[in-house]
């Protein structure tokens, strides 16, 4: 079975730059997975960050940005916010009609 | 403003069956696939199942596969999801997300949940 690894948790402080990843269990993520990302606050439906690695869905700050790092996506963000403080998924299209979402990150911003 | 809105959720017992809807609305729905996507709670996001513009092709994770049917009426811009012999497991928000499925795949737009409890 296959797996999209996420970091469990992450910290950045106020201003500062946090990248975080995506990873896959069965090899390498590359763009031919279409990664994209979303945000979650507690209580509230996703929001579309981030689509075929690097594209920015509409309204997202460029602050955002995303990316294949080594044999990962990634999504950094640059000059955090408070209310970046959320939880982020990715998830990855394994081809077939065929998606799997990462466990997520838990970002806080202090 | 484009959106969609999901319904149908409730309390059903271990084994029961359920319906969820999910209504399109500020977009032309015939041309977009859509995606059921669950959130059990304290836990992240799964994807359940996609079906194509058209209808014609859908696909389901392993988990549901067998249990769970997905539709469509483009004819009036709604989805469905038919959940058959559900389990405790099964317990989730559920959203509807208009998808890109073809030159892109990626969920675009998201509904704000319907509620799914499996209990006895």
């Known amino acids: 079975q296959t797996v999209v690894t996420q970091e469990p948790s992450f910290s950045v402080s106020p201003g500062g730059t946090v990248t975080l990843t995506c990873g896959l269990s069965t090899g390498s993520v590359s763009t031919t997975y279409y990664p994209s990302w979303y945000q979650q606050t507690p209580g509230q439906a996703p929001r579309t960050l981030m689509y075929?690695?690097?594209t920015r869905s509409s309204g997202v700050p460029d602050r955002f940005s995303g990316s294949i790092l080594g044999n990962k996506a990634a999504l950094t963000i640059t000059g955090a916010q408070a209310d970046d403080e959320s939880d982020y998924y990715c998830?990855?299209?394994?081809?077939?009609?065929?998606?799997?979402f990462g466990g997520g990150t838990k970002l806080t911003v202090l | 403003e484009v959106q969609v809105l999901e319904s149908g959720g409730g309390l059903v017992q271990p084994g029961g069956s359920l319906r969820l809807s999910c209504a399109g609305s500020g977009f032309t729905f015939s041309s977009y696939a859509m995606n059921w996507v669950r959130q059990a709670p304290g836990k992240g996001l799964e994807w359940v199942s996609i079906?194509?513009?058209?209808?014609?092709?859908?696909y389901y994770a392993d988990s549901v596969k067998g249990r769970f049917t997905i539709s469509r009426d483009n004819s009036k811009n709604t989805l469905d999801l038919q959940m058959n012999s559900l389990r405790a497991e099964d317990t989730a928000v559920y959203y509807c997300?208009?998808?890109?499925?073809?030159?892109?795949?990626?969920?675009?737009?998201w509904g704000k949940g319907t509620t799914v409890t499996v209990s006895s």
């Open positions: 079906i194509s513009a058209s209808g014609g092709s859908r």
């Open positions: 997300a208009k998808g890109q499925f073809s030159a892109n795949y990626y969920m675009d737009v």
């Open positions: 075929s690695t690097s």
């Open positions: 998830v990855l299209y394994l081809g077939g009609g065929i998606w799997v």
